[in-house]
């Protein structure tokens, strides 16, 4: 979804407005209730527990370090490179400890390959300055994936990321990986884009939208009815996200849970479960005249909106979360974090792979490969590849490429087009030497297919949408570019692919 003037984030748009149908407890069905915005301009304003706050101010708001933020690692399974400890530090501010008894604790887990962290969990007291940490000792074994640490207190909850010091090896051998789906429409077929099957706490299994174009897993606090309450920490923080160009803010409590995830289409076994993750329980939908529904009915079905991107920008100050890949399902997943799956995927028109391997890159020639930058301020992260424009066949206008399958449509800013307008061609990272290339005539004629956008697309109705601004050129190409390349995103070493089409 596009989030202007706050930040730029997923591509969603209308579809994933769509998505949610709840209700919160003890809310007439349909009761409007107001929301305000802060002197900010960013920080939004609910009723909660018979008071205004900000949101971000609930249960606890917890802050978790761990220090060293990265640990001397072999760089081979075979290898070990001493024992050495690392400090978890929990800082908690928020409504619940403004009534401290001094007996509450915080939990510390910490989620990586059997053998390499002892122990796995901590519970500590909560000092006089609302501080706790607990100690761990790293046996120096091999790990492949940064580690997570989860913090619990009360009903609140956190994670942070223990990185690799030392990089391994960015090749791809036999390790394990998932395909997911083969010449089945409810991936790119069908309306609203790929989808997969999904549990969270092992409650009921239902259909999610999967979404490149954003992180972070949504899913309406109603679908969670049958969920294993024993498995879950929370409500906890209050949470929202604000779908462009709908202007729909959709705002809830986060949870941390597991979730499960299946084959599509309600047929097969479990593919495989997360660690507990960060997720966001919707509870309103909040229109952009502030006021806020307590339940929003769809039309399209489901409930859920699953973000698999990466390199998504910082949410505004009055949202605690960041968008980091600790809120990616698929590189939480129990097989990633213990290092037997190499965390990424391709997506295909028919297929979907977690993880990689040599079988499932084969169609990747080395020059498919694009290196990504680091994101600044977020390791473990990256930005976005180099994408660019070509208009009536003329010279290559380049900043950067955003592969989006929330949406059909395309979206672009800070390019010069001509009068009339007649062809667009789209290339990365350059279109002197292209790992991505297409075109398509523009206006797109209604007989046309992708890769070409869909000429009715849920960007206002249209095939592109043109955003004003003075900013570095920005291309969403949506999920149409898939038909053009398969796609690959390696998180581990910063890649993205875009190969020989697997049909």
């Known amino acids: ?36 915005v802060a002197g900010d301009g960013q920080t939004l304003l609910l009723p909660v527990d018979g008071g205004v706050y900000p949101l971000g101010q609930t249960a606890a708001t917890l802050t978790v370090v761990p220090q060293p933020s990265a640990l001397n ?3 081979t399974p075979s290898g070990n490179t001493g024992a050495q400890t690392f400090t978890v530090t929990v800082t908690a501010s928020g409504l619940a400890l403004l009534q401290r008894d001094g007996t509450e604790k915080v939990r510390v887990m910490v989620y990586a390959p059997p053998g390499t962290v002892t122990p796995t969990s901590r519970i500590v007291p909560l000092g006089p300055n609302n501080t706790a940490t607990a100690t761990f000792t790293y046996t120096g074994a091999y790990f492949s994936s940064p580690m997570t640490v989860a913090a619990a207190l009360g009903r609140g909850s956190m994670t942070a990321p223990v990185f690799l010091a030392n990089a391994l090896p960015c090749t791809y051998g036999s390790s394990n990986a998932y395909e997911v789906a083969e010449n089945d429409p409810l991936m790119f077929g069908k309306a609203g884009g790929f989808h997969i099957d999904m549990s969270v706490a092992g409650g009921e299994t239902q259909g999610v939208q999967l979404d490149t174009g954003s992180t972070g897993f949504l899913i309406a606090a109603s679908a969670l009815k049958q969920s294993d309450r024993k498995q879950m920490i929370g409500p906890g923080q209050i949470g929202f996200e604000t779908l462009e ?18 084959p599509p289409g309600g047929s097969g076994s479990a593919i495989d479960t997360t660690i507990p993750m960060e997720i966001l329980a919707v509870e309103f939908s909040c229109s952009p005249g502030k006021k806020c529904q307590g339940e929003y009915s769809s039309k399209h079905g489901g409930t859920a909106l699953m ?10 100050p009055g949202q605690v979360y960041i968008k980091t890949p600790l809120e990616n399902v698929f590189l939480q997943l129990q097989d990633v974090v213990e290092g037997n799956v190499h965390p990424g ?15 499932d890159t084969a169609n990747f020639p080395s020059s498919s490969f694009i290196q990504l ?14 994408g660019c424009l070509n208009f009536n066949g003329s010279g290559w206008q380049c900043g950067s490429l955003l592969v989006d399958i929330g949406i ?31 075109g398509f005539p523009y206006p797109v004629p209604q007989s046309a297919t992708p890769p070409a956008p869909d000429p009715n697309g849920i960007s206002q109705g249209q095939a592109v949408e043109w955003l004003s601004g003075s900013g570095a050129p920005f291309v969403n190409v949506g999920r149409d570019a898939i038909a053009a390349n398969d796609y690959l995103y390696d998180s581990a070493c910063g890649l993205v692919g875009f190969g020989t089409p697997s049909q």
């Open 345 to 359: 995927y391709i997506l295909a028109t028919d297929h979907l792979w977690l993880g990689l391997n040599q079988t």
């Open 73 to 75: 690692n072999p760089t």
């Open 373 to 386: 930058q680091p994101f600044q301020g977020r390791p473990g992260d990256w930005q976005g590849p180099p």
């Open 1 to 36: 979804m596009n989030i202007r003037a706050v930040f730029i984030a997923s591509a969603a748009l209308a579809c994933a407005v769509a998505l949610f149908s709840d209700a919160r407890p003890g809310a007439a069905r349909g009761q409007a209730l107001p929301f305000t």
């Open 245 to 262: 160009p709908s202007g729909i803010t959709l705002i809830g409590h986060y949870y941390l849970a597991p979730v499960t995830l299946y």
């Open 408 to 438: 059909d449509s395309m979206i672009a800013s800070g390019f010069n087009t001509p009068a009339p307008l007649t062809q667009i061609n789209v290339a990365s990272p350059t279109g002197n030497q292209p790992a991505l290339q297409y």
């Open 307 to 316: 973000g698999v991107g990466f390199g998504r920008p910082t949410p505004p």
